[in-house]
């Protein structure tokens, strides 16, 4: 079993159905808790698994309330298309993280950006957006597999 753990959270997201496909995503890899900033979240029937039995989900009205709510030792982690973010490839996550994605239509402002800890950003290539539910889940999954390869355990 690894240390560590991570939460994941959407800024302001737009729809619901990327919150729900978010959340089962981080339930299925054993994420802390999954969160969103000043967008609340409603429940869908989509949710076959019932992810709210077993991966709680926050909401915090700004970014302030959720950093003042962080886990000790756990740095704010924006994902983001930034020119200072750090490629996903490079990327060493660290054992306690809260990632927050912006938006598909208007990402994490420049605001929000200085108040995480780290950036990083997901390549492709198309120098594009992508869904915020398809971003959470990379993001998700190259932590596992990091994870995984440095204890040596098959992904």
């Known amino acids: 079993m690894s240390r560590g753990y ?54 915090f009205d700004t970014v302030d309330d959720l950093r003042a709510h962080l886990p000790w030792g756990a740095p704010l982690v924006g994902v983001e298309l930034d020119p200072r973010a750090v490629s996903l490839p490079d990327y060493q996550h660290p054992e306690r993280a809260v990632y927050l994605l912006g938006a598909e239509d208007h990402g994490l402002p420049a605001n929000v950006i200085d108040q995480c800890h780290s950036l990083v950003t997901i390549p492709s290539i198309q120098p594009q957006s992508m869904n915020v539910a398809v971003a959470g889940s990379l993001m998700v999954y190259d932590r596992f597999t990091k994870q995984n390869a440095r204890v040596g355990v098959d992904a």
């Open 6 to 59: 991570f939460a994941i959270g959407i800024y302001h997201g737009k729809a619901e159905v990327n919150t729900g496909t978010l959340w089962r995503t981080a339930h299925l890899y054993d994420a802390a808790f999954i969160f969103t900033v000043g967008r609340r979240y409603t429940m869908q029937a989509s949710d076959t698994p019932k992810t709210r039995f077993h991966t709680p989900m926050f909401h």
